[in-house]
């Protein structure tokens, strides 16, 4: 009687195995994150400074002490923070220590890109170094008269870096800091 029963069960299982197996088994496809950000305006920087340019309107802007700032992106929950130092016959230096800020961050960057910026009309020269990798700055940028400003930038998020999750909001803040270095114009 046992022999009775394993013949239906083998030819059952056989024909089940052998019917389950025909398919094609397809990865399913990558999933991306679907970001949106406000449309870009842009206003002039409202506090007396030194310089001025222009900021995006839905940022918040910090008031500093030796006129310096912090441009915070509340959603995005970063800021890019202003220094700024009056060239004194030291223009060599600011140039040297701003370079060493961004090369700090070599460590854990896989690529560090810089771009040239040169405005003559407005004598306006300076870089913008663009960091990959899970470094704490993706963005640092600097410029300069030459003869009696400097202002440097660096752009910080709030969290752990991890430059895949974060990579859009540094392409969205990246055009404000081209917009803030096309906009610079020195007041003195």
């Given at each position: 009687?046992?022999?009775?029963?394993?013949?239906?069960?083998?030819?059952?299982?056989?024909?089940?195995?052998?019917?389950?197996?025909?398919?094609?088994?397809?990865?399913?496809?990558?999933?991306?994150?679907?970001?949106?950000?406000?449309?870009?305006?842009?206003?002039?920087?409202?506090?007396?400074?030194?310089?001025t340019?222009?900021?995006?309107?839905?940022?918040?802007?910090?008031?500093?002490?030796?006129?310096?700032?912090?441009?915070?992106?509340?959603?995005?929950?970063?800021?890019?923070?202003?220094?700024?130092?009056?060239?004194?016959?030291?223009?060599?230096?600011?140039?040297?220590?701003?370079?060493?800020?961004?090369?700090?961050?070599?460590?854990?960057?896989?690529?560090?890109?810089?771009?040239?910026?040169?405005?003559?009309?407005?004598?306006?020269?300076?870089?913008?170094?663009?960091?990959?990798?899970?470094a704490?700055?993706?963005?640092?940028?600097?410029?300069?008269?030459?003869?009696?400003?400097?202002?440097?930038?660096?752009?910080?998020?709030?969290?752990?870096?991890?430059?895949?999750?974060?990579?859009?909001?540094?392409?969205?803040?990246?055009?404000d800091?081209?917009?803030?270095?096309?906009?610079?114009?020195w007041?003195?």
């Amino acid at each position: 009687m046992c022999k009775k029963n394993t013949i239906p069960f083998f030819i059952f299982s056989f024909l089940f195995i052998s019917i389950s197996c025909n398919d094609d088994v397809l990865p399913k496809p990558k999933g991306y994150l679907s970001l949106t950000y406000p449309s870009k305006k842009y206003k002039k920087l409202e506090l007396e400074r030194p310089y001025t340019f222009k900021v995006l309107e839905n940022s918040k802007i910090i008031d500093k002490t030796n006129n310096w700032l912090s441009i915070q992106y509340p959603n995005l929950k970063a800021s890019i923070d202003i220094t700024y130092r009056p060239v004194q016959n030291n223009i060599t230096e600011l140039l040297k220590e701003a370079e060493k800020l961004v090369f700090k961050h070599a460590v854990k960057a896989e690529q560090i890109v810089p771009k040239d910026f040169t405005n003559y009309q407005k004598q306006v020269f300076g870089s913008m170094y663009e960091i990959t990798g899970n470094a704490a700055s993706h963005l640092q940028f600097h410029i300069t008269d030459s003869t009696k400003n400097f202002i440097k930038g660096s752009l910080y998020f709030y969290a752990k870096p991890n430059y895949d999750s974060i990579l859009p909001a540094v392409a969205y803040i990246k055009e404000d800091v081209l917009k803030l270095m096309e906009t610079t114009a020195w007041k003195n």
